[in-house]
């Protein structure tokens, strides 16, 4: 596969990771410090003439990013790429079915997945260091060692390529922790696609895709066409083409609690889960468009054990719906509630104290897909 610096993010995600980069030769001199004017601009360095005293009078701006910026693009004049900048989109599970228990542990599951136009945005730059990486973020208690999933990935992308490229990195966070929408997952499917970029794409992406599952199931749905029927652990994905129309909308409802998934897979009882089968709700919403009756998460009853509230929440908004919502349901293993027909959530998620610190958003799949426009 050719190395794109432009346009997106990998045909695998089909754009729905998207970036901006330029080669290092070609950066503009808002971002590579050069001589004359446009090095004291950079620099912030200002002068001024002063007549009344008859000398000439310079005031200095240190300007750290210029400083950055510089030390970033020296890393290696060789370079194609120096920075990027990446979206990372979250997503929403239309159903989710557990079918069985693995003798590894985990859980068979089938699911619907698909990309929504929240997400983070994830700068990378080269760093001096052969060593370790760095990262920081806007929010506090995300962790910024090894621990997060970004970290993770890159260590898998050196591991299984042998380079040796280490970076700077900075997540600004817009995705809710704990939310059941796959941030995490999205991020370290950014840094793996940003790590093979800065390399010059080595690795094809159907093999950042088979490395990610070691890492995380959800992972490799995010080198999906952005809709996927996703089987097995979650790593078995099956791009399935516009099975929700552009113009659809939706609100998230996130209250600020988190539901562990380890918890909400613990109180899971096989016996309890709905018996439908997962492609004849695929193929329902495909032919037929959503409902309540095909978006169906296995992993509610227990989630609602685990928060009581997030139950709550659920029958608040249904009660409250007045026609406008299709469907609500919870996403992934929560907290997040799903409103389908309406990017309006009800006004008591405003008006009611026991939500003010609640996340609310609301969009269409179309202003989805006009962030991939080019």
């Not at 990486?133 to 990935?153: Q, Y």
């Not at 817009?174 to 950014?190: F, Q, R």
């Not at 919870?330 to 610190?357: C, L, N, Q, R, W």
């Amino acid at each position: 596969m050719a190395c794109s610096t432009h346009l997106l993010y990998p045909a695998a995600a089909r754009g729905h990771l998207r970036f901006q980069a330029r080669p290092a030769a070609a950066a503009s001199p808002s971002v590579r410090l050069g001589s004359g004017t446009s090095r004291r601009r950079a620099l912030g360095l200002r002068v001024a003439a002063s007549a009344e005293q008859g000398r000439r009078q310079v005031e200095v701006e240190y300007d750290l990013q210029a400083k950055f910026n510089k030390l970033a693009d020296q890393i290696d004049q060789n370079a194609g790429i120096t920075r990027l900048n990446l979206f990372s989109p979250c997503k929403i599970n239309v159903f989710l079915r557990i079918t069985g228990k693995r003798p590894d542990g985990f859980h068979d599951l089938a699911s619907l997945f698909h990309v929504i136009s929240l997400g983070d945005t994830i700068k990378f730059s080269l760093s001096p260091s052969k060593s370790k990486d760095r990262l920081s973020t806007n929010v506090a208690g995300v962790p910024v060692d090894e621990s997060n999933l970004i970290i993770k990935a890159l260590n898998l992308y050196r591991k299984k390529t042998g380079t040796d490229n280490f970076f700077w990195i900075h997540l600004d966070k817009k995705v809710p922790t704990g939310a059941g929408l796959g941030g995490g997952s999205s991020n370290a499917a950014t840094a793996l696609w940003a790590a093979n970029q800065f390399s010059g794409c080595i690795a094809s992406e159907k093999e950042l895709q088979e490395w990610s599952g070691e890492i995380g199931s959800d992972i490799p749905f995010f080198f999906s066409q952005g809709a996927a029927y996703c089987t097995g652990r979650g790593e078995i994905v099956e791009d399935i083409r516009n099975p929700l129309p552009a113009n659809l909308p939706m609100v998230l409802v996130k209250p600020p609690e988190a539901c562990s998934t380890a918890e909400v897979y613990k109180r899971l009882r096989l016996e309890q889960t709905s018996q439908t089968d997962p492609l004849v709700l695929l193929k329902e919403i495909t032919e037929n468009g959503i409902s309540q009756d095909v978006c169906v998460n296995d992993l509610e009853p227990p989630a609602f054990e685990v928060l009581p509230s997030l139950k709550r929440l659920k029958k608040r908004i249904i009660a409250a719906n007045r026609g406008d919502y299709d469907a609500v349901f919870m996403s992934g293993s929560g907290s997040t509630i799903v409103g389908i027909g309406s990017p309006d959530p009800p006004a008591f998620v405003y008006d009611d104290d026991d939500y003010k610190d609640t996340f609310v958003s609301g969009f269409t799949i179309a202003e989805y897909m006009a962030k991939l426009e080019f």
